[in-house]
């Protein structure tokens, strides 16, 4: 591989190759985890089961998505990108493929929650905070944008293929679907997915020409286990700031809305397949704002851009009630007022972690950082849920969590870009790759 493309000379270089690769993975792992708000419903009414317990097998499956994300990152510095994910690809084909098998409400929860939570976690966003700080110097924050907009475009070509497979040949034959992209993927990954530049006798993009940009290095300075780096980076002021932050991203995106907006819009008599185009609009949006968001946070001040972002959601989710309860053009409002802003959050957040942290240790603290994220998500998951159970409505769930992002807004304003975070982004920094 190294000798071919030394000696092709092609204008295209390998990082987007890696790139390529990591949004189509990331957009399989999305439709992965966008089935279950398609088959809530479903199972509800084949197996006659409460909104309880498929909002706790969500709860759980997103809890694990985040809090795997950390020992992902130290991972795949340790034993490679490429056997992590091809690991994680494996447990998610036979675990989506075993699905049909379901019976009982243990076995969703273990299943779905468990297993797929942990498959999935394995390939969160830390891949791409690890490709882009592996493979790029320039351009860092467009293509971390455009990685992270793959969770968005994963939902908008699986939701409504899910939902059209599910009302027409029911849910099961939706899941295998699913479970065939995800066996697809194997082949591919094993074939392109080089762990660094350096690996194949490249820089990276935007680098020197003649700095070779090896994977980092397991230096004995400077510990790579995900516990060793929370307890280095869990003293400092900055962390908990971006940790925070992320909790209440995540319990006003995919812990709220992407798990009750379609039995949200069923309950004000929206039917499935329109509450799921509704999905599909922000995932769309969502493509261009967090695309945009990653190529501002090149160019501006991500505190700001983050204050932005949460505030802007915050008002959005306090206008939901209203659009649900209104015309069709109301939706279309809130779907892209919403979506533009749904994970544009994800690239300054990084961006801040870099600067604070390192680049080396960054897509692990991002990691901690993300679990944090899904600590809020898969409590507001369940939350919801029993809201919804107790009092018939969502409402309260959509105001709390906009009032949430107003905090959100304020609490990134007060990240501390100073000599501090140089200090500690040195110190955390290996020596090898300083």
Same mark, same amino acid.
């Given at each position: 591989?190294?000798?071919?493309?030394?000696?092709?000379?092609?204008?295209?270089?390998?990082?987007?190759?890696?790139?390529?690769?990591?949004?189509?993975?990331?957009?399989?792992?999305?439709?992965?985890?966008?089935?279950? *708000?398609? #088959?809530?419903?479903?199972?509800?009414?084949?197996?006659?089961?409460?909104?309880?317990?498929?909002?706790?097998?969500?709860?759980?499956?997103?809890?694990?998505?985040?809090?795997? &994300?950390?020992?992902?990152?130290?991972?795949?510095?340790?034993?490679?990108?490429?056997?992590?994910?091809?690991?994680?690809?494996?447990? #998610?084909?036979?675990?989506?493929?075993?699905?049909?098998?379901?019976?009982?409400?243990?076995?969703?929860?273990?299943? @779905?929650?468990?297993?797929?939570?942990?498959?999935?976690?394995?390939?969160?966003?830390?891949?791409?905070?690890?490709?882009?700080?592996?493979?790029? $110097?320039?351009?860092?924050?467009?293509?971390?944008?455009?990685?992270?907009?793959?969770?968005?475009?994963?939902?908008?070509?699986?939701?409504?293929?899910?939902? +059209?497979?599910?009302?027409? +040949?029911?849910?099961?034959?939706? $899941? #295998?679907?699913?479970? /065939?992209?995800?066996?697809?993927?194997?082949?591919?990954?094993?074939?392109?997915?080089?762990?660094?530049?350096?690996?194949?006798?490249?820089?990276?993009?935007?680098?020197?020409?003649?700095?070779?940009?090896? *994977?980092?290095?397991?230096?004995?300075?400077?510990?790579?286990?995900?516990?060793?780096?929370?307890?280095?980076? /869990?003293?400092?002021?900055?962390?908990?700031?971006?940790?925070?932050?992320?909790?209440?991203?995540?319990?006003?995106?995919?812990?709220?809305?992407?798990?009750?907006?379609?039995?949200?819009?069923?309950?004000? &008599?929206?039917?499935?397949?329109?509450?799921?185009?509704? #999905?599909?609009?922000?995932?769309?949006?969502?493509?261009?704002?967090?695309?945009?968001?990653?190529?501002?946070?090149?160019?501006?001040?991500?505190?700001?851009?983050?204050?932005?972002?949460?505030?802007?959601?915050?008002?959005?989710?306090?206008?939901?009630?209203?659009?649900?309860?209104?015309?069709?053009?109301?939706?279309?409002?809130?779907?892209? @007022?919403?979506?533009?802003?749904?994970?544009?959050?994800?690239?300054?957040?990084?961006?801040? /972690?870099?600067?604070?942290?390192?680049?080396?240790?960054?897509?692990?603290?991002?990691?901690?950082?993300?679990?944090?994220?899904?600590?809020?998500?898969?409590?507001?998951?369940?939350?919801?849920?029993?809201?919804?159970?107790?009092? &018939?409505?969502?409402?309260? /769930?959509?105001?709390?969590? &906009?009032?949430?992002?107003?905090?959100?807004?304020?609490? *990134?304003?007060?990240?501390?870009?100073? $000599?501090?975070?140089?200090?500690?982004?040195?110190?955390?920094?290996?020596?090898? *790759?300083?």
């Amino acid at each position: 591989m190294q000798s071919e493309i030394e000696e092709t000379g092609s204008p295209l270089h390998y990082a987007w190759v890696v790139a390529a690769l990591t949004f189509l993975v990331l957009l399989v792992s999305a439709g992965v985890r966008a089935v279950p *708000a398609v #088959l809530m419903l479903p199972l509800e009414q084949e197996f006659g089961w409460p909104r309880t317990t498929t909002s706790l097998a969500l709860s759980i499956n997103i809890l694990l998505y985040g809090l795997t &994300g950390p020992f992902a990152g130290s991972l795949m510095a340790r034993i490679g990108m490429r056997r992590v994910v091809l690991s994680a690809l494996v447990l #998610l084909a036979v675990g989506v493929a075993s699905a049909p098998l379901i019976r009982h409400p243990w076995q969703l929860i273990a299943l @779905w929650g468990l297993a797929i939570g942990v498959g999935t976690g394995l390939m969160a966003l830390v891949l791409a905070a690890t490709v882009v700080n592996r493979w790029f $110097v320039a351009r860092r924050g467009m293509v971390l944008g455009i990685l992270t907009a793959s969770a968005a475009t994963g939902q908008l070509v699986f939701l409504p293929l899910l939902s +059209q497979v599910t009302a027409r +040949q029911g849910w099961r034959t939706a $899941v #295998l679907i699913v479970a /065939a992209c995800v066996a697809a993927l194997i082949p591919l990954v094993a074939w392109l997915l080089r762990e660094s530049p350096g690996s194949v006798g490249l820089s990276a993009y935007g680098a020197e020409k003649e700095e070779k940009t090896a *994977a980092p290095a397991v230096d004995a300075g400077a510990p790579l286990g995900a516990l060793a780096v929370l307890s280095d980076v /869990a003293r400092t002021r900055n962390f908990w700031i971006l940790f925070v932050t992320f909790v209440i991203c995540g319990a006003s995106t995919n812990g709220l809305i992407g798990a009750h907006l379609i039995p949200a819009a069923h309950d004000h &008599g929206i039917p499935e397949v329109r509450a799921a185009s509704m #999905l599909a609009l922000m995932g769309l949006c969502d493509l261009v704002g967090t695309t945009a968001a990653g190529w501002m946070s090149d160019r501006w001040d991500s505190r700001y851009l983050l204050g932005a972002y949460y505030g802007l959601r915050g008002l959005s989710l306090l206008y939901l009630p209203i659009a649900l309860a209104g015309s069709n053009p109301a939706l279309i409002t809130f779907a892209v @007022w919403y979506g533009l802003d749904w994970i544009a959050t994800v690239p300054p957040t990084l961006r801040l /972690a870099n600067e604070a942290f390192g680049r080396t240790r960054a897509p692990i603290v991002f990691g901690w950082i993300s679990g944090g994220h899904q600590v809020g998500a898969a409590s507001v998951a369940l939350f919801a849920g029993v809201l919804r159970v107790s009092t &018939g409505r969502y409402d309260v /769930a959509f105001l709390g969590a &906009g009032l949430l992002c107003i905090v959100a807004a304020g609490l *990134a304003l007060t990240f501390r870009r100073d $000599v501090s975070s140089e200090t500690i982004a040195a110190k955390l920094q290996p020596a090898a *790759a300083a």
